[in-house]
């Protein structure tokens, strides 16, 4: 499973909005579409933790 469709089963089973996530991670929402839409690439210095756990 790529990253991207794992993003999105996560953030729906969590029944979260890309905003909701945005926050959570502390980045824009355009980065969490850019992400899932596989448009855009992870920045190296974020922290996975925060958004995942």
């Known amino acids: ?3 991207s469709e794992k993003m999105i089963e996560l953030r729906k089973r969590n029944g979260m909005t890309q905003e ?3 926050a959570l991670c502390n980045v824009s929402r355009q980065s969490i579409s850019k ?3 596989e ?3 992870v920045r190296r210095n974020f922290d996975q933790r925060k958004c995942c756990g």
């Open 1 to 3: 499973m790529k990253l």
């Open 39 to 41: 448009t855009g690439a």
């Open 35 to 37: 992400w899932e839409a």
């Open 20 to 22: 909701e996530l945005a």
